[in-house]
Nanobody, 125 residues
Framework: VQLQASGGGLVQAGGSLRLSCAVS????????MGWFRQAPGKAREFVAA????????YYADSVKGRFSISRDNAKTTLYLQMNNLKPEGTALYFC???????????????????WGQGTLVTVSS
């Protein structure tokens, strides 16, 4: 499977952006997909994830109530709607897919086996 993230840009604090991650390739569907972000000089951190079948969602506490993860009905695109963005949200955002079993470690980057290239989100204060 190949993942292509897009939708990043420059936005003022309080603004919104929607990221997209196109899923392609002939491999079997993922069991889950997620969004992670990495700010300059910091470790990659979990943002949100979704079970591909059933659609159960998971969020980091820092984004609950402001971000929403979703996918289209054809299951070819993953989205991350980001509202009320804060300057600390400035980071490179990555989408990733998980083909193995879904466990309590769905929030850990090492659980994911495929990654897209990042898309840069810059939030100005």
């Amino acid at each position: 499977v190949q993942l292509q993230a897009s939708g990043g840009g420059l936005v003022q604090a309080g603004g919104s952006l929607r990221l997209s991650c196109a899923v392609s390739g002939r491999a079997s569907r993922p069991n889950a997909m997620g969004w992670f972000r990495q700010a300059p000089g910091k470790a990659r951190e979990f943002v949100a994830a979704m079970k591909w079948i059933g659609g159960h969602t998971y969020y980091a506490d820092s984004v609950k109530g402001r971000f929403s993860i979703s996918r289209d009905n054809a299951k070819t695109t993953l989205y991350l709607q980001m509202n009320n963005l804060k300057p600390e949200g400035t980071a490179l955002y990555f989408c990733a897919s998980l083909s193995g079993a879904i466990t309590s470690t769905i929030h850990l980057s090492q659980s994911y086996d495929k990654w897209g290239q990042g898309t840069l989100v810059t939030v100005s204060s």
